[in-house]
């Protein structure tokens, strides 16, 4: 996933700088060095992101596993804690 992430950044990023250096009427080589320099920031900055986030969906899943955890624990608890009705008296 990640590294579809960044492959999509950095071809928008250097389609967009194509782009925009063609519709400025600039020379070839300046077109082609800074649409490669915008692909590898843009695809930096994707995978740094995508890192990011993943790391921060993780974490959150296991804090949720965590607190599931601790609710079944405390029921558990509170089941064991409550006497059985009894069965009235003749």
Same mark, same amino acid.
């Given at each position: 996933?990640?590294? !579809? #992430?960044? +492959?999509? /950044? %950095?071809?928008? #990023?250097?389609? *967009?700088? !194509? #782009? $925009? #250096?063609?519709? $400025?009427?600039?020379?070839? %080589? ?9 692909? *590898?920031? !843009? %695809? ?7 890192? *990011?986030? $993943?790391? =921060?969906?993780? =974490?959150?899943? &296991? ?6 955890? /601790? &609710? ?17 008296? +003749?």
């Amino acid at each position: 996933m990640i590294r !579809f #992430g960044t +492959s999509i /950044a %950095g071809a928008a #990023g250097f389609v *967009l700088m !194509f #782009g $925009l #250096g063609m519709a $400025l009427d600039r020379d070839w %080589g300046r077109i082609t060095l800074t649409a490669t320099i915008a692909a *590898l920031a !843009f %695809g930096l900055l994707a995978h740094w992101w995508m890192t *990011l986030w $993943l790391v =921060s969906l993780r =974490s959150a899943q &296991q804090e949720q596993a965590r607190q599931q955890a /601790a &609710q079944m624990k405390e029921a558990a608890k509170e089941a064991d804690v409550e006497p059985a009705p009894e069965a009235p008296v +003749s």
